[in-house]
């Protein structure tokens, strides 16, 4: 009996050193997406937008928002866009510290429009870390967002968002 027990304590030691060395590792914590307004909006007259170069109010990726002809301002925008600013969060583990880089690619159509490397080094345990990306000529095509997390040249995190643009008559 003590001779099946040893195995089944070395599996069980085992599985928790790699469960805990995949949670003590960093990880994409989330992707969102913002308009910029090139030129002050007419359709409010709030003080604040009199002052073009602001960012949309919601998460474009949400699907929330009618992105219909957003070059001209139409569908949910709240004025004229043409550039989108995507936003990748990263939250650190116990040993996120040391040299990290983000991978981030935007494709419309499976052509690629914007390739990013970001390397980067978080200080402390479970830090909320954000990385900042600038898509040019966006506004009439769906537009799928992915990012991974490399540690060491090896993968440990990804994650996908679209961001659903339309234009037409």
């Known amino acids: 009996m003590p001779?099946?027990?040893l195995p089944?304590?070395?599996?069980?030691?085992?599985?928790?050193?790699?469960?805990?060395k995949a949670s003590a590792q960093s990880k994409i914590s989330g992707i969102e997406a913002r308009l910029f307004y090139n030129q002050k909006s007419d359709q409010?007259?709030?003080p604040v937008d009199k002052v073009s170069g602001t960012f949309s109010k919601q998460d474009i990726t949400t699907g929330k928002v009618a992105l219909w002809n957003t070059i001209i301002g139409e569908g949910g925008a709240e004025g004229p866009s043409n550039q989108t600013i995507v936003i990748v969060g990263v939250k650190s583990g116990k040993y996120s510290?040391?040299?990290?880089?983000?991978?981030?690619t935007a494709s419309v159509e499976k052509k690629i429009?914007?390739?990013?490397l970001q390397?980067?080094?978080?200080?402390?345990?479970n830090e909320n870390y954000k990385?900042?990306?600038?898509l040019n000529d966006t506004g009439c095509s769906n537009v799928i967002i992915n990012a991974e997390l490399l540690i060491k040249g090896k993968?440990?995190?990804?994650?996908?968002?679209?961001?659903?643009f339309e234009c037409g008559e």
């Open 155 to 164: 993968v440990v995190s990804t994650l996908s968002k679209s961001i659903h």
């Open 8 to 20: 089944i304590a070395l599996i069980i030691t085992v599985i928790f050193i790699i469960g805990s």
């Open 119 to 125: 390397t980067f080094s978080v200080i402390g345990d």
């Open 131 to 134: 990385l900042l990306f600038l």
């Open 44 to 46: 409010d007259n709030s």
């Open 3 to 5: 001779t099946k027990i």
């Open 97 to 104: 510290n040391k040299r990290q880089t983000l991978r981030f």
């Open 113 to 116: 429009i914007h390739r990013e």
